[in-house]
C-alpha cells in the first residue's frame, strides 16, 4: 500500500528537478537580412538587450538561417558592451557542412560556453561580418540567444 503512495511522489520529485535543470532562454533577438543578402554595408549587427543580473552563467549562441549550397566557414567578431561601459570581444565561426548538420539550412556559433552577466542592465552584442566580399547572398536572418545554464 506505502509503495502506491510512494512512487507518484518520486516521479513528481524527479520531473521538478529535471524541470528545474534545463536551459532557459533569456534573450532571443532575430534580425533578417535585406534581400537575404548580408552585404557590405550591413556588415555589422547590433542588438541592444536588457538582461537581469544574475549569478548563474550563461551560453551565448548565433544561429544564421541560410541557404547556402556549399560548405562554408564564415569568421565574426562578437563584442558585448556591458552596462558599465566594459566590452568583450570573442572571433568565432559558422561552420557550414552540409553533410554534418542535423539542420542543413541554420548554422550555431557558440561565442561563449560560459559568460556571465553580473550587472544588470542594457547590453550591446555586435557581430562583424569577416566575410571578405562586398555582397554575401543567401543569408535569411542572424539570432543572438542568450540561454540561461542549469543551476548543478
Known sequence: MKMKRVTPLIFILLLTLTGCNNEKTIVEERHVFPENNWNHENRLVTYNVKIDGMPNPCKVILELDHAHKTDLVIPITVSIK?????????????????????????????????KYFNVAGDYEFTILRKWDKYDFPANKALTLKVLKMPVE
Open 82 to 114: 556591458s552596462p558599465d561601459g566594459g566590452t568583450t570581444s570573442r572571433r568565432v565561426s559558422f561552420v557550414i557542412d552540409k553533410n554534418h548538420q542535423a539542420d542543413p539550412n541554420c548554422a550555431v556559433a557558440e561565442v561563449y560556453p560560459q
